[in-house]
């Protein structure tokens, strides 16, 4: 069943985007966690699994021959080549199939995906997830310590265009904590938060 948002749209997804390192996917895992009626899209990409990434769980890790299949045969909602580098991109049928079901669906995509289900689905919510300012996103991006300097030097570059694409989205969420974030955003998706004590997450 549809529900009506905040934002005036009628939909049962919701895609969740911003630039790198914004924490996108610090709050998709808060609401896999805390939220098991919202369904999270799982995104199919060619990069290796960085420590303690689970094949199926966190992404679909394939072949650049079997990605590329896959998109050359419409099986991709949506995809691109992220940072010059991997592809990534959203399985279409598992998409359609979780929504026809009446499941809540949360797309976290990177920005290239987020206009590519736009021109598909623009029905869907689109909600832009934005760092409470930009020494804070650089903060994040090296403290992660998972790129080496030139890859976040990259990485950098390529926030500064997505943050201006902020305009394109219906609502924006900072990420100023993860918490009040991911109430903001599964208020947005027609569901009540959770207070403390039912907070799951550790």
């Not at 998409?95 to 990177?110: F, H, M, P, Q």
């Not at 997830?129 to 390529?158: C, Y």
């Not at 569901?191 to 799951?200: A, I, R, S």
Request: aromatic share 6%.
């Amino acid at each position: 069943m549809e529900n009506t948002n905040s934002t005036g749209k009628r939909s049962s997804i919701t895609v969740l985007a911003g630039p790198t390192a914004v924490g996108k996917g610090t709050i998709s895992t808060y609401i896999r966690d805390n939220y098991p009626e919202v369904w999270l899209s799982v995104s199919a990409t060619t990069r290796q699994a960085r420590p303690g990434e689970v094949d199926g769980t966190h992404y679909f890790f394939v072949s650049s021959d079997e990605f590329a299949r896959m998109a050359e045969n419409g099986e991709m909602l949506e995809w691109a080549v992220v940072h010059g580098r991997n592809s990534y991109g959203t399985i279409r049928k598992t998409v359609e199939d979780a929504a026809a079901s009446g499941k809540r669906v949360l797309l976290e995509i990177d920005l290239q995906g987020a206009r590519q289900v736009k021109e598909s689905m623009p029905e869907a919510q689109f909600v832009f997830l934005a760092p409470p300012n930009w020494d804070e996103l650089v903060r994040r991006l090296i403290g992660r310590g998972t790129e080496s300097p030139e890859e976040q030097q990259r990485r950098l570059d390529t926030a500064r265009i997505e943050l201006a694409a902020e305009p394109e989205f219906d609502v924006t969420i900072i990420n100023d904590d993860v918490k009040r974030a991911a109430d903001e955003l599964v208020t947005l998706m027609g569901l009540t938060p959770k207070t403390d004590h039912e907070d799951h997450s550790q």
